[in-house]
Structures are given as structure tokens and as C-alpha cells.
């Protein structure tokens, strides 16, 4: 396009360009001295001139070396022949199967849905997850966040969701995750099944840290292109903390102050531009999973704050219920779907609400019982929680290879439902 400047300065991930006037966002191309090419993004300007960060590594780049402008926006190509795949930040294949087809460009970074073009959500969406399903009830278009620590099954519910869903197209997006564990997500976690249907995108811990923003944005971009074709889309997106600590390192290297403990203004403004992306409109939907890892399992850190606000919901896996071999570790007093309430019918939201509540009681004796000193007879509601423990265990457990259905999650609900008024009943004829 013509513009072009020199390499003045190079400060840990940031590069300075003379002579070089590009908008914020831009991508340039940097033509080093042994003559290899290598992409940067405009971050932001200084006294040094305009502040590039490398999609690679800075080693290699010299005072002087030649920096032009490549373009004002950031596209990818999108077509069908997705499906199946697995690509990079840039929506190029990865997977070695040979190269993609594609009939369109779309770009990474779209102005949320406004408003009044939102379409309310009223029409669930099944996840095969049968605690999901019947208590945690998630609609077309809703947006729920996964909150967990390290090592409490994640990923593996993750695979779960996109093997066993009920919506047209899976869109993955694998942020910041370890390299050995792409593999193993692909293959165990997601399966053949559920590849066969997803568009899987990567960018791993080693990619520096506007690789892995742009897979946040490319997994986005890829969903909103088959949204707009008329489907039902599901975005999972692991993590959105990795992916918020790659947008704290651009903002640091460019200048930002730290504002609430170590991350800067920019990261709390991108997460809610990325995350109303997702959503319904007149034509499909964009159903999306993030997952929070919680450092040190505190689910009040920042970005799980400002995520909370956000999303729609949130499914807490809880590691108190992991080392007890209980999976999915799902926290089903801590989870909630705000939307549920919409989506199904009165009868299973009483029923919801029970299952709940018993869990509850259960934990407040918990201590109690498995000490033998709980007495039973005075209060009802415990000795209920206390005599449907083990079926309500059961029914929120899911083994890695179970199918749940949406309909059989709701009939199993409903006879356990039954089987609650039931003891009810006993305990009140005695």
C-alpha cells in the first residue's frame, strides 16, 4: 500500500518503526537483513515511533530493517471444507490431511450483535450432559462460562459436550493449551465423532502472545461464518483466562499500566467486545462455552469476575467433588443458567430446584453422617437429602462414554423428582 518505515528500536516484544504511519490493528510485513519475512500488528505509538509486536520472535530483527504496511484489517478464509479440520490462528490447516478449499474471507474482529438484532433465547439446546441438560438448562445463543482448576476435567467435559451436542457445527478453540495436550484432546476428548462435525483451532502455550489472541478471535470468526449461514453453532473456548493473560502481555509490552492486579485496562475492554459476539440472530446461533481456569481454584480472581458479569451462567467444577472420583465434578449448588427458567417447563424447573436444595442440606450434615451422629427424625428436609444421597449422585454422575439424551435427561429427572415426593410422603405418614 505504499507505506513503509525502518526498525528504530527493539524492546522485549515491542519494535519500534520510524517513518511508518498505520492505524492500531494493522498488520505489517518486517523484511529483516539475511532477507526473511516476518508479520507484526500495530499496538500502539510512543516517542519511538509506531509500536509493532511480531507474530514471531524478535531475535533476528535489526536497527534499520525495511517494515511496510500489508493491510488495515485482519481476514481469514472460511468455507464448509472446515469441518473436519484443524488450523491455526490464521485459519491455516495444520492437521497435514493437504490443503482446504474455501469460497469466503471473514474478518477476526467484528462489532458485537447489537442490541435490538438479538433474538431472545428461548429454545434449548441439548449438550449431552445430563446434569447440564436437566437442571443447568442451556438455550440457542446463551453464553456460559466453566470455571475450574487445574486437573478437574475440563477438557474431558469439553469433549464430551462437542462429541454429544445437538447443534450443526462444533467450533473449538484451543488457547494457550500445552502442546502434548492437542493431541490427546484431539483424539481421546474430542473423538472421530466429534471431530467429524468441528472446526478445531490452536494456538498453543509457546505461540507468542498475539498468536493466541487471534486464535480467540479466528474461533469466533469461524462460528459467526456459519452462524451466517443459517446454523446452530457451538463455540467452546479453552481458556479465555490464557487468552486474557495473552492480551495483558500486548498491553504491557506496549505501555499500558497495570490497573487491577497486574492486568491493564485493555484486557477488561476486550473481554466483553469478544464475548457478545456470541449470541442468536434471525438467521442461526452462536451457543458458547468459555472455560476460567481459576488459579489456586479462587473462582474471585479478576477475569473470573468480569467474565461472571458477563456470560450468562456459569458451571463450576468443584475439586472437594473430583477427589471423590465424581464425574463431572459439576458444583450443581455453585452452577446456575440464568436462562433455564425460559426453556423448560414448570414441572422441571420444581424438580431442578429440589435436586438442588437436597444437595444443599446434604452438605450442611455431610460432617454428620459420615461420623454417624446425625439423629434422624427432626428435621424432614435432612432426612430426605440424607435417604436420596445416593440416587441423586448418581443421577448427576456421567461416565466419559455415556450419551445422555436431552429427553431422557428430563424423564430421568422427573422419576427422581417422583421418587423425592415419595419420601416425602413416607416421612410424613410417620
Known sequence: MGLTGRISAVTGLIAAAEGLSCPVGARCRIRSSTGADSLAEVVGFSDHGTLLMPLGETVGLSRGDRVSLDSTTWQIAVGPAMLGRVVDAFARPIDGVGPMPTVDHQPIAREPLPAMRRQRVLQPIATGIRPIDAVLTVGLGQRMGIFSGPGLGKSVLMGMIARYTSADVVVVGLVGERGREVKDFLEKDLGQQGLAKSVVVVST???????????????????????????????????????????????????????????????????????????????????????VLAEGDDTTEPISDAVRAILDGHIMLSRKIAQR??????????????????????????????????????????????????????????????????????????????????????????????????????????
Not at 227 to 253: E, F, K, P, W, Y
Open 205 to 291: 502455550s509457546d505461540a507468542p502472545p498475539l498468536m493466541r489472541l487471534r486464535a480467540g478471535l479466528t474461533a469466533t470468526a469461524i462460528a459467526e461464518y456459519f452462524r451466517d449461514q443459517g446454523l446452530n453453532v457451538l463455540l467452546l473456548m479453552d481458556s479465555l483466562t490464557r487468552l486474557a493473560t495473552a492480551q495483558r502481555q500486548i498491553g504491557l509490552a506496549a505501555g499500558e499500566p497495570p490497573a487491577t492486579k497486574g492486568f491493564p485496562p485493555s484486557v477488561f475492554s476486550m473481554l466483553p467486545v469478544l464475548l457478545e459476539r456470541a449470541g442468536r440472530t434471525e438467521s442461526g446461533s452462536i451457543t458458547a462455552f468459555y472455560t
Open 325 to 430: 472420583g465424581h464425574y463431572p465434578a459439576i458444583d450443581i449448588c455453585d452452577s446456575i443458567s440464568r436462562l433455564s427458567v425460559d426453556l423448560v417447563d414448570e414441572e422441571q424447573t420444581r424438580a431442578a430446584r429440589k435436586i438442588v436444595q437436597l444437595v444443599a442440606v446434604f452438605r450442611e450434615i455431610e460432617d454428620l453422617v459420615n461420623i454417624g451422629a446425625y439423629v434422624a427424625g427432626a428435621n424432614v428436609d435432612q432426612d430426605v437429602a440424607v435417604a436420596m444421597r445416593d440416587p441423586i449422585d448418581q443421577f448427576l454422575r456421567q461416565g466419559i462414554d455415556e450419551d445422555s439424551r436431552f429427553s431422557t435427561a428430563k424423564v430421568s429427572l422427573l422419576e427422581l423428582y417422583r421418587r423425592i415426593e415419595n419420601e416425602y410422603r413416607k416421612r410424613a405418614k410417620k
